[in-house]
């Protein structure tokens, strides 16, 4: 399984239940007619990551697709048939993203996440060393997502949870609590 990961912000001038409505609609339309090799996605607003809108406001979008050869599909996908309107929609809605490919290294996927923590792996750990340590940091429904492949500034690793974690010392992590776009508010 892979994940493609979009980070955006809308334009100042679209409401934040506009944008958040127009989201809904992009990933209801993608979950109703799926590409091939498309499994699932969710959304989350944040705030805080310095590569997203300056800190500002901002929202994750996460689409799991089982290998990198469904990307092609999901892209293309995105922008036709049923899907093709609400996508525009969102689209018109934007006034910046970047995105990124990552690969879950610990844990399993389990629905929307409540929490997340962004770092990098610390000077000097391998990273066998980073996930021995993380081991007994996670917690059910946790998973860590390693970067695969850099389209945008994120950091190499996110941590999903459910609850707030403390991580291992040493790890300089970014934590930031979550709240559900799509599917549904929590």
């Known amino acids: 399984m892979l994940a493609y990961f979009f980070c955006h912000w809308k334009l100042p001038t679209v409401s934040e239940a506009e944008y958040e409505e127009r989201l809904r609609d992009f990933h209801d339309a ?72 990552y690969r879950p290294r610990l844990g399993e996927v389990s629905g929307v996440p409540r929490f997340t923590a962004w770092f990098d792996k610390p000077e000097g750990w391998s990273y066998q060393q980073l996930f021995d340590r993380l081991g007994p940091s996670m917690q059910q429904g946790a998973v860590l997502w390693q970067r695969q492949m850099a389209l945008g500034p994120a950091r190499e690793f996110c941590l999903h949870t459910n609850t707030s974690v403390t991580l291992p010392d040493g790890i300089n992590a970014q934590a930031i609590s979550l709240k559900r776009v799509f599917p549904g508010s929590v």
């Open 30 to 101: 993608l979950r109703t007619a799926p590409s091939d090799g498309f499994s699932a996605s969710w959304s989350v607003a944040l705030a805080q990551v310095p590569w997203a809108n300056n800190g500002g406001e901002s929202y994750e979008d996460w689409y799991f697709i089982r290998n990198s050869a469904d990307l092609d599909p999901l892209s293309d996908a995105a922008i036709s048939a049923s899907r093709k309107m609400p996508h525009d929609k969102a689209a018109a809605a934007l006034a910046g993203g970047s995105a990124g490919l």
